[in-house]
């Protein structure tokens, strides 16, 4: 199985957009559960790791690349 690797503070792409619009989320908090923060709304929700990871598409935005 494909592994996704994420960090905090990075920019995720999800495979279905929020209600609002955005399909861009910013992960704020990290564990079994992940909270993640929509770009579009700053709307917050927590989910369980394993919903995250089927559901993320993407690392847009790696915050560790960042700090280069
Ligand atoms: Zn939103």
Known sequence: MERKVFG???IVQMKKPHPCGSNEMEIIRMGMDIRI???????????????FEKNMKKVL??????EQ
């Open 8 to 10: 905090l503070g990075d």
């Open 37 to 51: 923060k929509c770009v579009g709304c700053q709307h917050s929700v927590l989910i369980p790791r394993v919903k």
């Open 61 to 66: 935005k790696s915050a560790a690349a960042d």
